[in-house]
């Protein structure tokens, strides 16, 4: 309605602020939350892991709780002994009991003796070739199979003179053919033998090899050792790899000091580099 000032009445109840309107909610009672209590006692870790649990979303939890740098602990069940049926079918035993182990005693002074050849494995060399031979002919392992299975006869090996056709040192024709491998040694450097092996032959080879030595490492491998200054070993002696064997020299067919090296496959030579 117009008044005679020009102000006009309103028709009705002025509105209640909405500031009041505000106060008015926030000072309401609320509904009370019957598991808040309880959530806040349990901890936010466990709260995600319940979460996780009934969702069914272990898994993807697991890895968002790893991301968020929280630690999981697994619990693993304690497996019990394992037990086994009695004679009478009725009862479970302690599969312990079943088999009773037998008691092992030795005297105070008993002595241990290792014999480190007897052993055979794969990363030793004597095992690798042991089991090389044991399953075939040397004629029949290959080149990729063999190599690696002899060791150095000599502490250093410098290659003076390799395996196969070459000028003639002594004549200096050409087309000889050399039967081994030379290597570069001094007069009275030691000689080692290649592997395990018998030694076959100690003495005088009339062919050229002057004093020779011949280790047989069997199933058709053999190793020679030629032109020596000396010996260390005699024939129908067992040898081990490394044991020094002889003193390397010039006999026979040589031209200066140095070790003239075989290795014979059911008879014939081969490169030796085939087997170091």
């Not at 052993?119 to 690798?128: E, I, L, N, S, W």
């Not at 004093?211 to 491998?221: E, I, P, S, T």
């Not at 020299?249 to 000091?257: L, N, P, R």
């Amino acid at each position: 309605m117009q008044t005679p000032r020009g102000r006009r009445r309103a028709a009705g109840p002025a509105a209640t602020p909405r500031a009041v309107e505000a106060i008015q909610a926030a000072e309401a009672p609320r509904p009370r939350d019957l598991h808040r209590d309880a959530r806040r006692r349990r901890g936010p870790f466990r709260q995600i892991t319940e979460f996780a649990s009934a969702s069914g979303i272990g898994q993807k939890a697991g890895i968002a709780l790893a991301a968020t740098g929280l630690v999981l602990t697994v619990t693993v069940p304690v497996t019990s002994p394992v037990m086994a049926t009695d004679a009478s079918g009725t009862g479970a035993v302690a599969a312990s009991s079943v088999t009773p182990q037998p008691a092992i005693s030795a005297e105070a002074g008993a002595q241990i003796d290792f014999s480190r050849s007897a052993v055979v494995t794969q990363a030793d060399p004597d095992g690798k070739l042991k089991q090389l031979l044991s399953a075939q002919s040397a004629g029949s392992v290959s080149r990729a199979a063999s190599a690696g299975t002899l060791g150095a006869p000599l502490a250093t090996m410098a290659t003076a003179s390799p395996f196969g056709y070459r000028v003639s040192p002594i004549t200096g024709g050409t087309g000889d053919f050399h039967r081994g491998q030379d290597y570069v040694a001094q007069c009275g450097t030691s000689v080692m033998a290649a592997a395990t092996g018998t030694v076959t032959f100690v003495g005088w080879h009339q062919y050229g090899g002057g004093n020779r030595v011949v280790v047989d490492h069997g199933n058709g491998l053999e190793t020679t050792y030629n032109h020596l200054s000396s010996f260390n070993v005699t024939e129908g002696q067992t040898v081990s790899r490394g044991d020094v064997i002889a003193l390397s020299g010039t006999t026979g067919a040589s031209t200066g000091c140095h070790l003239h090296f075989e290795v014979q496959v059911n008879g014939e030579v081969v490169d030796p580099t085939g087997w170091l």
